[in-house]
């Protein structure tokens, strides 16, 4: 009896140092630990803010960014528009056409904190630069080399980073993808090329079949559906971050067949890193039952994960930070749908939010502070 005794603590004993061998970063399970989302929502959001936007300009728009006392939207018809916190409109910041101060429908947005500058690069190699007021400040055309096309462009702290592989393989070099640090007056700090051989992609999988790129506390935080890594990319290094686990509910590098909307996989939508969290946001993707969108929090000193159900009807959504490094997930909405959904909730404050809405107006947002997490 004592011999079998002593041999379970030596195999229990091995199990764990490999276990801690095998999981050097932190393993994202998605459904491993799935709660309610009642208790989510205490555990990692305080107090939601909802806010629609006025109806003098209503448009479909992309990711809304906060900036301290105002909103910034890219509407993909006007260009970017601001509105205060409450949500009425104040103007517009350039706008989508061909002229000096203008962008065109394919443009990425940036709000430098420290400046209170808007940046706007209009793809593929166009630097604009606004204030606050809407005043055009600058106009720089970017020196990239050869014939690249930028496929995300992220502001962090002084720097672009812009990534993209499409034009290396007419220098021969297919099988690299390229990051490029960009200052705000157009320069190339640094260039760092990285092999796609050593994401282990499959073989009819791409780099930027859902991407999903994001400005976290940290610096920049990348993943993408056929990659087992998550990175973090800061100033001075590109480091692993996460390992998200292999099985069901994701699309593996391993799953060659696997193309981007398998139904019964998942697709990425966001991702945030805080100083000792993970927060990433997903939908599962069946051809025979409704889309159901997820949040897993993974704790990065623990490795414990904990997924919920977001049941708010949102159109899309996405993570920001204030200078004050406070973070936030925005959901975006459509006016009757969510109307409909606060009305039927417990909370009697959320029920009147859900009254005081225009079912018939303008978009609304409903901002998130993710609890305690700087």
């Known amino acids: 009896m004592k011999l079998l005794f002593y041999v379970f603590i030596i195999f229990f004993l091995l199990e764990a ?3 801690k061998k095998d999981s050097f970063y932190p393993v994202i399970h998605p459904m491993k630990h799935l709660i309610d989302s009642q208790e989510g929502e205490k555990d990692y959001f305080d107090d939601v803010k909802i806010v629609q936007l006025d109806n003098q300009q209503i448009v479909l728009f992309n990711e809304p960014i906060l900036l301290d006392s105002m909103i910034m939207v890219n509407s993909f018809k006007d260009g970017i528009l601001l509105y205060d916190i409450e949500g009425k409109f104040l103007r517009k910041i350039g706008g989508i056409g061909n002229g000096p101060q203008e962008y065109n429908s394919s443009y990425s947005m940036a709000w430098d904190a420290e400046r209170n500058l808007i940046y706007v690069l209009s793809k593929p ?7 606050l007021g809407g005043q055009c400040l600058s106009r ?4 990239l080399p050869g014939e690249l096309i930028v496929r995300t462009c992220v502001y962090h702290h002084n720097f672009f980073y812009l990534m993209n592989s499409v034009g290396l393989a007419e220098q021969g070099r297919e099988n690299e993808m390229l990051w ?3 200052d705000t007056l157009g320069q190339i700090v640094e260039q760092k090329t990285l092999s796609l051989s050593e994401l282990r992609l499959p073989e009819h999988g791409s780099l930027f079949q859902g991407d999903y790129c994001s400005v976290s506390a940290k610096g920049i935080v990348y993943g993408n559906h056929y990659c087992d890594t998550i990175y973090s990319i800061n100033e001075t290094e590109n480091i692993p971050v996460a390992i998200w686990a292999k099985g ?9 067949e696997v193309t981007f909307g398998h139904y019964g996989k998942v697709i990425f939508q966001a991702i945030d890193e805080t100083t000792d969290k993970l927060f990433v946001r997903w939908c599962s993707f069946y051809h025979d ?7 897993t929090v993974c704790d990065k000193k623990e490795s414990e994960n904990r997924t919920f159900r977001e049941n708010y009807p949102m159109m899309n959504a996405n993570f920001c930070s204030l200078r004050s490094g406070r973070h936030f997930l925005i959901y975006v909405c459509e006016p009757f749908a969510l109307s409909s959904f606060l ?3 417990d909370n009697e404050e959320l029920r009147d939010e859900g009254d005081k809405i225009d079912k018939e107006g303008n978009f609304v947002l409903v901002i998130v502070p993710l609890k305690n997490i700087m």
Do not use: G, M, Q, W
């Open 140 to 143: 720089i055309r970017l020196d």
């Open 248 to 256: 069901d509910f994701r699309l593996t590098s391993e799953d060659a």
């Open 289 to 295: 039952k409704p889309v159901e969108h997820f949040l």
């Open 180 to 182: 490029l640090k960009v």
């Open 17 to 19: 140092c490999s276990e």
């Open 343 to 345: 009305n039927r909730s």
């Open 125 to 131: 190699d166009i630097l604009l630069t606004y204030s």
